[in-house]
């Protein structure tokens, strides 16, 4: 191969590179919750955070942090995601701990006695995954998830190189970067700390007294199990109530 061939083989590489990233840019499916949830969170200022509030959508959807500002002063902010597996619990509240200090950690108890269906709820688990900082956790995370799916589903199309090269899953997804335009993946800033209110209403049966009788027994997930037993530690070891 003479130099001028190797620049241009160089050029190509580059170019092709160039081109592959911003396909990957454009073809990341952006969460108005949870995408801008996560990156808000990463410009908090250190050690400003009292309370950090974690789960899913129903945690997402309860927990005002400004209401509880403006009653008690106390500081906090909802890290909850749609659907969020129990792995991914754990990556967040391990990515919180790098830049907060919370004395108190609230999350959702009903993912204990619920199978996570991983094979099914891929769009789910990756909008809670996708814009998490990239590291060593993250990706012993995205195993975990991928092994959990192909145990559900062996026919399941989810990889963990995926997580990391998106056009890999997100390829079919340039009708719809079209139709929404930019606004489909351009982040604003999340002044409401991670709550996002349900504007839908209904009436609810009252169920209590029908909760109260009940004798069904429920039988505690083991992989959630495990996963919440190392939030567990983390809290102890940190002093976290």
């Not at 396909?23 to 309370?51: I, R």
Request: some cysteine; charged content about 25%; aromatic content about 12%.
């Amino acid at each position: 191969m003479t130099r001028r061939q190797g620049i241009k083989a160089i050029g190509f590489v580059l170019v092709l590179a160039l081109c592959l990233g911003v396909a990957n840019k454009l073809l990341f499916p952006f969460s108005k919750e949870d995408t801008n949830q996560s990156k808000t969170f990463y410009m908090e200022e250190e050690n400003t955070v009292d309370v950090v509030v974690m789960g899913t959508s129903l945690m997402m959807m309860s927990f005002n942090p400004l209401r509880m500002y403006d009653q008690t002063g106390i500081t906090a902010y909802n890290r909850a995601c749609s659907a969020c597996p129990p792995q991914l619990a754990y990556l967040i509240f391990e990515e919180t701990l790098e830049t907060q200090k919370p004395k108190v950690l609230a999350i959702s108890g009903g993912a204990l006695v619920i199978q996570y269906d991983y094979a099914h709820r891929e769009g789910l688990v990756r909008r809670g995954i996708d814009y998490r900082k990239n590291s060593e956790l993250k990706y012993e995370v995205v195993k975990d998830i991928v092994k959990q799916a192909k145990a559900q589903d062996p026919d399941s199309k989810q990889t963990v190189q995926s997580f990391y090269f998106p056009l890999l899953r997100y390829h079919s997804r340039w009708p719809e970067v079209i139709w929404y335009g930019p606004d489909d993946f351009t982040f604003k800033h999340d002044y409401r700390h991670g709550y996002y209110a349900t504007f839908r209403t209904g009436d609810t049966p009252d169920t209590s007294e029908k909760s109260m009788q009940s004798t069904k027994k429920y039988h505690v997930d083991e992989t959630t199990r495990y996963w919440y037993g190392k939030i567990i530690e983390e809290c102890k070891a940190n002093d976290i109530e």
